[in-house]
């Protein structure tokens, strides 16, 4: 009797000690960036999000592009915390009656997107909102230029993590890029310069 509880216990250490070092293996060398090219950091703090791919050693370290942006407004925070990008939309209507474009989930009803139009029209801008572009304007999304919007559209997977923080003193590696505002008088004014729409009066 004893003799086979002996042999048991020995077998149950060589057991145990195996499924650790199987553990410890898988642990060390975990897949690189689990198979997306990039990372998010949204700084609500400085209204400015930069993207960051993967460096050799398989973290996120490289920065990519900065982006100035619009956070949620007072009563409406944009959630802190680390999330992961679900569905994109070409256009969304949104809960305040505007639309906006290029859209990319965050979290639930929080996307990432441009700023918003009065129609689902590109050339239907509300330009006083574009102007907000750089502090806290929205009712918790990210709001971004077009071409910035489109970029994380385009580029950035399902899957993709993005993180929502404060840091009032450091935008980020790339700074913080500057905001365009349209002028009152500007006859392009319901339009973004950035958008790359072939009816952009911008591009002409």
Not at 51 to 77: F, I, N, Q
Not at 87 to 110: A, E, L, P
Not at 168 to 190: H, Q, V
Request: proline letters at 6%.
């Amino acid at each position: 009797m004893k003799r086979t509880l002996s042999l048991f216990l020995a077998l149950l250490s060589a057991g145990l000690l195996l499924c650790s070092g199987v553990h410890t293996a898988w642990a060390a060398q975990p897949p690189a960036g689990s198979g997306k090219p990039y990372s998010i950091m949204v700084n609500r703090a400085q209204s400015t999000v930069t993207v960051y791919g993967l460096d050799e050693d398989g973290g996120y370290t490289v920065p990519v592009k900065a982006m100035v942006c619009s956070t949620g407004r007072e009563g409406h925070a944009t959630p802190t915390g680390t999330f992961t990008i679900g569905g994109r939309w070409t256009w969304v209507h949104m809960f305040d009656g505007s639309y906006g474009q290029y859209c990319t989930q965050i979290k639930g009803n929080i996307l990432f997107h441009s700023v918003c139009y009065t129609e689902k029209d590109p050339s239907t801008l509300m330009t006083e909102e574009y102007n907000g572009l750089g502090a806290p304007a929205s009712l918790g999304c990210v709001r971004l230029q077009t071409a910035d919007a489109k970029w994380i559209y385009d580029n950035c997977k399902a899957g993709t993590e993005v993180v929502v923080y404060d840091d009032a003193n450091n935008p980020g590696p790339l700074g913080r890029p500057e905001e365009i505002k349209l002028a009152a008088e500007n006859p392009y004014k319901t339009w973004d310069p950035t958008d790359m729409d072939a009816n952009n009066p911008w591009n002409g």
